[in-house]
Every structure is written in C-alpha cells, then in structure tokens.
C-alpha cells in the first residue's frame, strides 16, 4: 500500500489556512504476487536444501508436494519469487508482476513440453512445468487487478 500526503499553508485576507491532502493505493493483485512469490521463494529454499548447490545443479533430484526439482529449479524459483514479493511492495510495480508471471508460464511451458533428455538436463518433470503456468497465469491475473484509491483532505482554518 502506497500513502502520500500533501501538505499546504496559505494566507487568507483573515487569517490562516492549511490542508493535508493523503491518497493510499492498493491492489488487490499485491496480495496475490506476495503469496505466490512467498509458495515460490519456500519450494526454491527446500529444493536448493535438499539438492545443494556443492555439485551438479541438475543432479540430484528431490520430490517436494510430487513435483521433481533440482537445485536449478529451485533457484530459479528463488529469483522469480523474490521479483513477485518486491513487486508486491507496491501497486505501482503491478507491470513487474505481469512480467515474471509471463516468464513463468512460458517456463512452464517449456518445462512440460520439454523432451526427456531435456528434462535430465534440467533435472525435473512435466509435472512442475505445470505447476509453473499456473503460478505464472495467477501472478498475471494478479497483475491486471485494479488499484483501489482513497483520498481525503483536511483543511484547518484560523481566524487571527
């Protein structure tokens, strides 16, 4: 949520004026980016721990939830989810959501159309592939929510 607040002071033929202006942002599609950012950042961290990242990034493989990740994908994992919760930060970074989310859903898509000696050189399934598009396709959707913007102002007058 973003809050901005305009001060301003002005002289009038019988005293004095001032007025605070505040206006707040926030979109629901935040709230959404931070959580799949947040799924994303603890598959990446348990795959990176289980794999390590000592040897081959490819092998070995481990099973998380019935998807097969390597240390690759587990820090590639780590990157997009870390971009989704800065993006989450604020609703003015929603274009940064909706890029990631893309990126996502084409890895994805290529993850699970991938051949097999594709897939060993990764070192997972088709069955995180999947996964992928559908973390993609939500943090696009979560992009094109709209803002919500509240504004108030206050003014304060004194009679000298």
């Known amino acids: 949520m973003a809050l901005y607040e305009h001060q301003e002071s002005n002289r009038t033929p019988v005293g004095r004026a001032e007025s605070v202006s505040r206006t707040s942002r926030f979109s629901p599609g935040q709230i959404i980016s931070g959580v799949v950012g947040v799924v994303l950042v603890v598959f990446g961290i348990i795959a990176v ?37 800065l993006a989450a930060a604020d609703s003015s970074m929603r274009p940064l959501t909706g890029v ?9 898509i290529v993850v699970a159309a991938g051949t097999d000696e594709m897939l060993l050189r990764i070192g997972t399934e088709r069955a995180t592939g999947w996964f992928l598009m559908v973390m993609g396709a939500i943090a696009v959707l979560g992009s094109l929510m709209p803002s919500v913007v509240r504004s108030r102002r206050d003014t304060h007058a004194e009679v000298v």
């Open 100 to 108: 990631v989310g893309v990126l996502l859903f084409v890895g994805g």
């Open 49 to 85: 721990t289980k794999t390590g990242i000592d040897s081959s990034l490819n092998t070995p493989a481990t099973d998380i939830m019935g998807l097969t990740h390597s240390a690759y994908v587990g820090l590639a994992e780590i990157l997009t989810g870390l971009l989704l919760i």
